[in-house]
């Protein structure tokens, strides 16, 4: 029972969430919308990501011109398609920090900085009196393997696909927020990455301290060790083509798991803490399979933690999913929906269009549960001005008593 309950849940919300959905495929009707548009001060950030994709589209070698042309063009066509400008609008700066982080690599290596090899591994001897990610390399195993390798190399590229349909599906409103939040926290991290090039773990256990040159082929660190357990070469030959092999500080991987556990935690407390033991286990594994320091760890996680808390509204942080949407959404003045506690993934029920309730007994407040809580609201307002219609054949504010407003004295 239990089960089905859910299962009806489930249903319930993707019935949900393609009626939300934008069905229009027609580009005037996003014309209309643009000419109705009151466009203020913040939406100037998108003068930014186009010059941004100016920048890295004319480095870009590969494709070449004129064939990278379509990308720009297949991209606007999507943003003047109502149906797809829904999902391409709030990824944009999911969008800017790909582009940035496959073009990087056509960046002339004369005007780059210089690679820091020492850098990482002092801090972390500075700060933590001993280089943590040497330590956690010295004892491997192929159960600990796999264990690093789960979190690291599977989940970390799917988990945020995963959340980001559960936002869509139960907390609609947040799902924005989540792109902007995950978007600019990588956009930030890969141009940190461009201007201070460090070398990882592995190049060190690789090359030593030596200089590195920017040509030096990537690697997959412990990740080497799962293609020759599974007989495979996927991440030596994925890794080995980085795009941006000198990434090190901050860890992308530990700032992913941060981000995620947050957005977590806010919405769905009682799921915060295995939330935070896959973030966990995520932080020992990058420095087990010797792709990144303790130091590129924290950082990371202190990235995703400013930009949870810069990007995120507090009502959001708060656990109330509505805070984020229109007067129509935290009135509900369209449709009954459930309530956005925390308990829960989606409410318990839903209100058919034949229990569709008149506005006048709809409650301001979302997720009071089931009860109406203006129900008067009508009867207050018939006795407005009811001096005037007293008279009226067949009206009494008060079925079978007399009634006069405003009320006389008797003596």
């Known amino acids: 029972m239990y089960m089905l309950k859910r299962f009806a849940k489930l249903v319930n919300a993707v019935v949900a969430g393609v009626n939300r959905l934008d069905k229009s495929f027609s580009p005037s009707d996003t014309v209309t919308k643009l000419r109705a548009y009151k466009f203020t001060l913040k939406d100037s950030i998108y003068i930014l ?3 941004s994709a100016l920048f890295w589209l004319t480095l870009m070698q590969v494709p070449p011109f004129p064939y990278k042309l379509a990308i720009p063009i297949l991209y606007a066509i999507a943003l003047f398609i109502p149906f797809t400008s829904q999902f391409f609008i709030p990824a944009t700066p999911i969008f800017s ?24 591994p002092t801090l972390e001897s500075v700060l933590y009196g001993a280089n943590i990610s040497d330590i956690l390399t010295h004892f491997t195993h192929p159960i600990l393997d796999v264990i690093a390798w789960l979190p690291y190399g599977v989940i970390h590229y799917t988990f945020p696909l995963v959340l980001a349909a559960l936002l869509w599906l139960f907390r609609s409103p947040t799902l924005p927020v ?18 201070l090039p460090c070398a990882a773990p592995w190049y060190e256990i690789i090359y030593g301290l030596t200089p590195a040159a920017y040509g030096t082929p990537g690697s997959a660190g412990g990740l080497g060790r799962i293609d020759d357990l599974f007989g495979g070469d996927g991440y030596k030959r994925t890794f080995a083509s980085s795009p941006l092999v000198f990434g090190a500080f901050p860890s992308l991987h530990a700032a992913w798991a941060t981000l995620e556990a947050l957005f977590i935690t806010a919405l769905w407390p009682q799921y915060a803490k295995w939330a ?10 990058t420095m087990y399979l010797s792709h990144h320091y303790l130091i590129d760890v924290v950082g990371g996680a202190c990235l995703a933690t400013a930009c949870f808390y810069f990007f995120v509204p507090e009502e959001l942080r708060n656990g109330n999913a509505n805070a984020s949407g229109d007067k129509y959404e935290r009135y509900d003045l369209e449709s009954r929906r459930g309530g956005v506690g925390a308990d829960e993934f989606a ?18 407040n979302p997720g009071m549960g089931r009860g109406r809580g203006h129900r008067h609201t009508a009867s207050i307002a018939s006795l407005i001005r009811a001096d005037e219609r007293a008279g009226e054949e067949g009206w009494s504010p008060i079925a079978g008593v007399g009634f006069v407003f405003p009320p006389e004295i008797r003596r």
């Open 49 to 51: 990501h186009i010059l």
């Open 276 to 285: 935070w033991a896959y973030a966990a286990v995520l932080y020992w594994s």
């Open 347 to 364: 409410s318990d029920w839903t209100v058919s269009d034949e229990e569709e309730t008149p506005i006048a007994y709809r409650s301001p």
């Open 178 to 195: 989540f792109a902007k939040a995950f978007g600019y926290q990588n956009c930030i991290a890969v141009f940190a990455q461009i201007v």
């Open 97 to 120: 920090w790909v582009l940035m982080f496959y073009s990087n690599q056509f960046l002339p290596a004369d005007h780059r900085p210089a690679v820091h090899v020492v850098l990482l």
